[in-house]
């Protein structure tokens, strides 16, 4: 294993299914693990399951817009030319 990263499932005030992400560690440096760890899984996950909230673990206020509504979110798929 390279990576890890934990997440809670729970509901928010509102109802919610909630994703929350809290805690990552890595045994190497490799550019761009931090965000396939800690964000595109989360949100792959959230939009395969039916969650209608993210929240990755907003730490100081320059995080304050990491939880994500996935309601107004719509998928796309890109694939290679």
């Not at 509102?14 to 899984?41: I, M, N, P, S």
Request: hydrophobic residues 35%.
């Amino acid at each position: 294993m390279v990576a890890g990263a934990l997440y809670l499932k729970g509901e928010n005030t509102q109802g919610q299914k909630c994703l929350y992400g809290r805690y990552w560690g890595t045994t190497v440096e490799l550019d761009g693990l931090h965000f396939e760890a800690c964000y595109y899984q989360g949100i792959q996950y959230c939009i395969e399951h039916g969650f209608q909230m993210f929240n990755a673990g907003a730490q100081g206020s320059i995080r304050c817009c990491a939880a994500l509504n996935l309601l107004k979110c719509i998928p796309t798929i890109i694939s290679p030319t």
